[in-house]
């Protein structure tokens, strides 16, 4: 069905035009209070937040161009849906990795790890993402979808990991003799890809192997995926699109 079948919706569009410039704002303003060194891109944190921002801008114009047109003129193709649902995935994992293991984790502890730098962090890691997620669920009924399409959700921590590993393999070291930017990904830790030992468990480590960690992370994100095209069905259909 075309998204010209059903003319956009005005308020819509204008509320989520909102919801779009706030999350790029505050992930902008995010990354310069805690980007210290090129290194910084190499985190899965700015790297989904520059994403994000990236697709969230180009929705942005694409918006600014249905409301200059009355929604008559301007049609967004399922790609750039896709691509949005990529981007979103992305940003749920910087929200749930950092909330569930990097925080709790942090030595300045939990509060102090999203409020630190100005609360920069909260910004990159909760405000951002929530909006971002919220924007999609809501707005974004349009995109037609199949279960299927939930793969889709692992395709950006699957090629993060592929970068990490080779990274590291070439001789890059974050924080000065870990093997990868999180201790969940820690394969040089002595749990390695398939240890196990709690009793470890720390800023370097979870005491779990990295293979474990890809699995379960694996299985949540497409289990992520199903649950967002699922709620945006149910949008799309109280809309009567389907």
Request: charged share 15%; hydrophobic share 55%.
């Amino acid at each position: 069905m075309s998204d010209l079948e059903t003319k956009y919706n005005r308020r819509e569009l204008i509320i989520g035009i909102i919801i779009k410039a706030v999350a790029v704002a505050a992930s902008v303003y995010g990354m310069i209070r805690t980007i210290g060194s090129l290194k910084s891109f190499t985190y899965f944190t700015n790297l989904s937040n520059i994403l994000i921002d990236i697709v969230l801008v180009m929705f942005i114009y694409m918006d600014i161009r249905l409301l200059a047109s009355e929604g008559e003129k301007v049609s967004k193709g399922n790609w750039a849906y896709i691509l949005k649902f990529m981007a979103t995935i992305s940003i749920t994992l910087t929200f749930l990795i950092y909330l569930t293991l990097l925080a709790p984790t942090n030595e300045k502890g939990f509060v102090m790890a999203y409020l630190c730098n100005g609360a920069g962090s909260f910004c990159v890691h909760m405000v951002t993402p929530v909006l971002a997620i919220a924007d999609f669920i809501l707005f974004d009924y349009r995109y037609r979808s199949t279960k299927n399409h939930a793969l889709f959700a692992t395709i950006p921590p699957l090629v993060y990991v592929a970068f990490v590993v080779i990274a590291a393999t070439l001789g890059m070291r974050w924080n000065e003799n870990m093997y990868a930017p999180y201790n969940f990904m820690n394969f040089g830790a002595k749990t390695g890809w398939f240890g196990f030992d709690l009793s470890i468990l720390g800023a370097e480590t979870l005491g779990i192997g990295v293979f474990y960690m890809i699995i379960v992370l694996f299985l949540i994100f497409w289990g992520i995926g199903l649950i967002y095209l699922a709620m945006k069905n149910v949008r799309r259909k109280s809309k009567g699109l389907l």
